[in-house]
């Protein structure tokens, strides 16, 4: 979800939605937030739910069906490709890091370093007959202490 500011991990939250036919209420837990959108100030962040009534439940698994039916621009596609990275801020070398999904809107990707939510880069990857490169900025990074690669979740705003 996105919000006006960014909530701290572990945050306890009510959640209150609306749908074409009915209202779901849960409890959740942050588990990651972004950094804000420089355009909408918007930041994104990841939930865990954590307490829902039966019905809710029932609700909320009944409006996901009816979503799967629908194309959205957010449904990610599974890739292995390998992708160069470099920041926006510095000159350095591009380095080696891979692409595991993607969508209209960004990018899972996974590199041997801790990159801070905000960080702006230049991404690049081939594929069978193009050259493509995104611009972008790391919104979640996911850290496993002791294990690389890191997942960072990369939102697009900018297309080569």
């Given amino acids: 979800m996105e919000l006006a ?4 991990t572990a945050t306890a939250v009510r959640l209150c939605f ?3 036919h009915a209202t779901i209420e849960a409890e959740v837990e942050v588990v990651w ?9 918007l930041a994104p962040h990841g939930v865990a739910f954590t307490r829902m009534a039966p019905d809710q439940r029932q609700t909320l698994r009944a409006f996901i069906q009816t ?6 621009g957010g449904a990610r596609f599974p890739v292995d490709l390998p992708v160069e990275y470099q920041a926006l801020t510095q000159a350095e070398a591009p380095r ?7 969508s209209r809107g960004g ?5 041997h370093e801790f990159l801070h939510p905000g960080t702006r ?3 690049a990857w081939q594929t069978a ?9 790391i919104v979640w990074v996911e850290p496993r202490e002791g294990l690389t690669p890191i997942r960072h979740g990369f939102r697009f705003t900018a297309l080569g």
């Fill in 107 to 111: 990018m899972l990707l996974n590199l």
């Fill in 67 to 72: 979503q799967a039916k629908v194309r959205h």
């Fill in 33 to 41: 937030a972004g950094a804000p959108d420089r355009d909408t100030r």
């Fill in 96 to 102: 080696l890091g891979w692409m595991e999904n993607v």
């Fill in 5 to 8: 500011e960014v909530v701290p």
């Fill in 121 to 123: 880069l230049k991404v």
């Fill in 18 to 20: 609306w749908t074409d």
């Fill in 129 to 137: 007959g193009e050259h493509l490169t995104a611009e972008g900025t």
